[in-house]
């Protein structure tokens, strides 16, 4: 059975720094997207990163270039946010989420079609 689990959430300071974890089980963690999005009170669920979990090749929404850095560890089977320079409107509840396929890098950096999604992990920034 195909499980993610979010971890790492809470609660920083504006210029501050979180780490996300998801671990993944119950599939092989090769040729496949793995993705973190984020949604926020009345807004509609985002992108923020991506990565081909083969070549390691990753893509970012424009919000978070720069800041934010998606790292996997197949070994572990975890996949990782690294977010710094954290912002209020970085506030949302973020997922981790992921779809089989060849790679396409167009499909990377789409952030669209992925099947598999976790329950979610509180991220707020105060000012």
């Known amino acids: 059975q195909v499980q993610l689990v979010e971890s790492g959430g809470g609660s920083v300071q504006a210029g501050g720094s979180l780490r996300l974890s998801c671990d993944v089980s119950g599939y092989s963690v090769s040729n496949r997207y793995m993705g973190w999005f984020r949604q926020a009170p009345g807004k509609e669920r985002e992108g923020v990163a991506s990565?081909?979990?083969?070549?390691?090749?990753?893509a970012y929404a424009d919000s978070v270039k720069g800041r934010f850095t998606i790292s996997q560890d197949n070994a572990k089977r975890t996949l990782y946010l690294q977010m710094n320079s954290l912002k209020p409107e970085d506030t949302a509840m973020y997922y981790c989420a992921t779809k089989f396929g060849l790679y396409s890098y167009i499909d990377l950096a789409s952030f669209r079609g992925f099947t598999s999604w976790g329950q979610g992990t509180q991220v707020t920034v105060s000012t």
């Open positions: 990565i081909y979990t083969r070549s390691g090749v990753t």
